[in-house]
């Protein structure tokens, strides 16, 4: 039975055409069918989530990845995989835990060690977050929009600034 909430085969169909990373898209399809029981059937991850898993490469041991407001996605199963050491933050007040995930969607908080090991989990504010340790790469998809404002004018230095290993290529940063 297909889940309510996964992608349309015609939206995938139409998405492998756009995206620049079609194999990658299909890779995160097969993960998120095994993992989650969905691709989400909003056509922008299609395209968003491919293009993160191409940007990172295929070869990840031994890199700490943060992904930034995970809520249910494929992408840090398709990291571990690759080898990446891959904490999730989310803050979502809806816990997503074990069966049925008939009804879930890709809002709310995955402890996604319940389902992969390999990824940690931690549920608090992304402003409040303190790792003890860094990050090669810390990502956010689609989630700066659901941030308070409130939040998103606080005068402070980005996350990347404070908990990476090393800065983003001036090309890249989202704060000048």
Avoid at 50 to 77: H, K, T
Avoid at 121 to 134: A, G, I, N, V, W
Wanted: negative net charge.
């Amino acid at each position: 039975m297909t889940h309510h909430r996964d992608i349309r085969t015609e939206d995938l169909e139409a998405m492998l055409q756009l995206t620049r990373h079609p194999e990658d898209l299909r890779l995160l399809v097969a993960h998120a069918n095994r993992t989650i029981g969905f691709f989400p059937a909003h056509n922008p991850r299609a395209l968003e989530h491919p293009w993160v898993l191409a940007s990172l490469g295929a070869e990840l041991c031994g890199l700490r990845i943060l992904d930034v407001g995970a809520g249910v996605n494929p992408l840090p199963f398709a990291l571990a995989e690759r080898g990446a050491t891959v904490t999730t933050l989310d803050n979502h007040p809806l816990t997503r835990t074990g069966q049925p995930r008939a009804e879930w969607n890709e809002w709310g908080y995955l402890d996604y060690s319940s389902i992969d090991a390999r990824i940690s989990s931690e549920r608090c504010p992304y402003e409040q977050f303190k790792p003890d340790t860094l990050f090669d790469c810390i990502y956010s998809v689609s989630v700066i929009e659901h941030v308070p404002a409130t939040v998103r004018r606080l005068d402070r230095q980005p996350l990347a600034a404070t908990h990476s290993r090393r800065p983003a290529p001036a090309d890249r940063r989202p704060y000048s």
